[in-house]
């Protein structure tokens, strides 16, 4: 059983902790219409461009695809949504697996908190300038502002963050990464349910102490009677 917990750094006191049991690794989207979310195609001069090209990937529509015949749910590498006139950004889930996203030249005025939940890959942005970087300057290594683009590179462990692991995961569970302030806790072996609180072996020790104790207070009862009855004689 696995346990998941989608958190954003940014507000640690309303660590609102959601778990649920794996409910979503089992969709799977496989249409690419992320990649035609804007009109035309990944242009070779651009960011997204020249990585496609250094990566040996294969250009379709605003998406660069791993060239890679053996992972058949095409795998996004970069996604290029540059000058599209995008106001809001919520759902690129079906993108998750990027390395790079640029989303600059757009008059964004909203991007979802959760937008970028998920994507543990991406180490490149670009954005318009007035955006901040997903999860805020703590989550990436370095973040610069030029030429009216905002650049956030390299994405930081959450759960390596000095001082927060021990506040992060519940006892007995295990912290990864999941995309810019994001992190989810999975029980660590043979632990499950809410909170990783139950052993998932079966509780032989709490159901068997208890009866082994009674049994013994019970035989001892009958003991110490028993002698009583049996001392006068
Ligand atoms: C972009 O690159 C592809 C492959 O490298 C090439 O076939 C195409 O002509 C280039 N297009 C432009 C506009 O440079
Ligand atoms: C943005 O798109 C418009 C039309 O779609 C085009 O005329 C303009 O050159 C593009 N700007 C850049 C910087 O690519
Ligand atoms: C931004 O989006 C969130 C939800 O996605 C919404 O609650 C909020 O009101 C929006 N803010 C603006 C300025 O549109
Ligand atoms: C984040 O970093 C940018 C660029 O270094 C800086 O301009 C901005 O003020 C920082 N924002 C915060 C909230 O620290």
């Not at 640690?12 to 992320?34: E, H, K, R």
């Not at 318009?128 to 502002?145: A, L, R």
């Not at 349910?193 to 998932?200: D, Q, T």
Request: proline letters at 5%; aromatic letters at 8%; hydrophobic letters at 35%.
């Amino acid at each position: 059983m696995k346990m998941k917990a989608g958190c954003s750094q940014l507000k640690p006191a309303v660590l609102i902790l959601v778990f649920n049991l794996c409910f979503y690794g089992s969709y799977q989207v496989t249409d690419l219409q992320v990649c035609e979310l804007c009109s035309g195609a990944v242009l070779n001069g651009t960011a997204v461009g020249r990585f496609c090209s250094s990566s040996a990937g294969r250009i379709e529509g605003r998406c660069c695809l791993r060239n890679d015949n053996t992972s058949d749910p095409e795998h996004i590498i970069g996604l290029d949504l540059s000058n599209c006139s995008l106001t809001h950004v919520e759902d690129l889930q079906r993108a998750s697996t990027a390395l790079m996203i640029d989303l600059s030249l757009n008059p964004i005025v909203n991007i979802s908190e959760a937008a970028f939940q998920g994507f543990i890959e991406l180490n490149y942005m670009i954005l318009p300038q007035d955006i901040f970087c997903p999860g805020g300057n703590t989550s990436w290594e370095k973040v610069e502002v030029k030429e009216g683009n905002r650049f956030c590179e390299g994405q930081k462990d959450t759960c390596n963050q000095t001082g927060q692991l021990s506040m992060n995961c519940p006892e007995n569970s295990l912290c990864a990464p999941y995309g810019p302030s994001f992190f989810e806790c999975s029980c660590a072996d043979a632990y499950h349910g809410y909170k990783c609180l139950r052993e998932g072996e079966f509780p032989l020790l709490q159901v068997f102490a208890p009866l082994g104790v009674s049994t013994f207070v019970i035989s001892l009862l009958l003991w110490l009677t028993q002698r009583r009855k049996a001392e006068p004689l």
